[in-house]
């Protein structure tokens, strides 16, 4: 069974960057009609915080990514432990001495001479009583998993061969002095516990990935496949601060649907178009790591909000109807949908409704909008009022297209442009017509 996870940190709020990751994660998952795992990395017990758990778990919900199983780091101490101890029985991890400042040194030596900046691995070559001398004056080590030499290659979904040289590698620290964890081997862990069939990230976990499938391997489990996307870029075409601040909260904010954030995300670095899905199936379907490129992918707010409003066109009545304000009914909601950009707009089209508004017509159109209001006080008002008026009007003074229209359109709305005014006049009503006209 396909099984894929999306592991954010309780340290912020999402961003884009991080929904786009659960976005395809979730995807993959429902293409292959599996499960799609919500793992809270919550190790960091400093900068991990309550609210940015359920912040998390409200945005995927709104977005409609709703996991199938949700596990915490913070209670699966107790298994890291036991493989931790697997490894370094096998000689996979050893304790390292130095202090940050010491290896900041070797570093600066190194680029110096012109080396790559690797771990040396001088804690390997410590005697027993050295190491014994530096834990007696309280020294505390740090804790490394020891690379195996030689090649570490896979293939990618998405960006196909990928080939490192474990020489050229540092040594990866997985736990710290006091004991907490870092990223590389817990993740390790839970993916093989887990069962997690698809890895699915950004690209600036390549390097990170090349050291897990040793972990992989030292742990004896299979290794699962890989798919690091391109990062996303802003609309100028490069890395954005901007995008490290946008979250799930900023475009509710704004009026995005989450449909419009799913539509758009799921397609951009793909060479599908994008298109506004209300309904993800058809993303489901076509859903494939083939069809993305390895050029960086480019959001841009200004073809969100273009899709918002696709979106909200396609939306339903049911849909909206606990965000549209009081009196809005069915017919209401369809007659004014074409003309919003996002829902909360409806709030605007329906005090043309129900007025008051303000409106301004030329001198040499009130004779026109006279015989209007008396037309209206004379016919029948049925199911089709305003093609009645304006045939009726035609008749009379020979007026067509935009002479006819526009004037009726400013009197009776205050606007140049807006609804159909065919599905818009029987919301406003015979009275208020003619208020509207006589004034």
Do not use: C
């Amino acid at each position: 069974m396909t099984v894929t996870r999306f592991a954010p940190s309780p340290t912020g709020n999402l961003h884009i960057g991080n929904i786009r990751t659960a976005i395809l994660n979730w995807m993959r998952a429902r293409h292959g009609g599996g499960q799609f795992v919500l793992r809270i990395d919550d190790t960091d017990r400093e900068r991990s915080e309550e609210r940015y758990v359920d912040s998390i778990r409200a945005d995927l919900d709104w977005l409609g990514l709703t996991p199938d199983v949700t596990v915490r780091q913070s209670e699966r101490f107790d298994l890291y432990e036991a493989r931790f101890e697997e490894l370094r029985t096998a000689g996979r991890v050893y304790p390292a001495y130095e202090s940050a400042q010491e290896l900041d040194l070797k570093r600066k030596v190194q680029l110096g001479r012109g080396l790559p900046p690797i771990y040396d691995r001088a804690a390997l070559r410590l005697s027993d009583a050295e190491r014994a001398k530096l834990e007696a004056d309280g020294v505390r080590p740090h804790w490394r998993f020891r690379l195996e030499p030689g090649a570490i290659e896979w293939g990618d979904l998405i960006r196909g061969h990928q080939h490192f040289d474990a020489t050229t590698m540092s040594d990866p620290v997985i736990r710290r002095a006091d004991g907490s964890w870092l990223y590389m081997l817990p993740s390790a862990i839970d993916d093989i516990d887990l069962g997690v069939t698809h890895v699915v990230r950004g690209e600036d976990h390549v390097s990170n990935t090349a050291l897990q499938i040793q972990m992989f391997e030292a742990l004896g489990a299979p290794i699962p496949l890989f798919a690091h996307a391109a990062l996303l870029t802003g609309s100028e075409g490069k890395l954005s601060k901007r995008l490290g601040s946008l979250g799930a909260e900023h475009f509710r904010d704004e009026g995005i649907e989450p449909q419009a954030i799913m539509s758009l995300l799921a397609r951009i670095g793909t060479s599908d178009p994008v298109e506004p899905f209300v309904d993800p199936a058809p993303l489901i379907a076509a859903f494939d790591f083939a069809r993305f490129g390895r050029a960086p992918a480019r959001f841009d707010e200004a073809e969100l909000a273009q899709l918002n409003a696709r979106i909200v066109h396609q939306l339903d009545y049911e849909t909206v109807a606990d965000r549209l304000p009081a009196g809005i009914d069915r017919n209401g909601w369809e007659a004014i949908r074409p003309n919003l950009t996002k829902v909360a707009d409806a709030a605007d089209w329906w005090r043309v409704v129900e007025g008051p508004i303000d409106a301004t017509v030329d001198p040499e159109d009130r004779d026109f909008l006279a015989a209007a209001h008396r037309v209206v006080g004379e016919m029948a008002w049925d199911r089709d009022p305003w093609h009645t008026l304006t045939a009726t009007l035609k008749d009379e003074t020979g007026r067509k297209g935009k002479a006819l229209f526009l004037p009726l359109r400013r009197a009776l709305t205050g606007r140049d442009h807006g609804p159909d005014m065919a599905a818009l006049l029987p919301l406003i009503g015979r009275m208020r017509t003619l208020e509207r006209l006589s004034q």
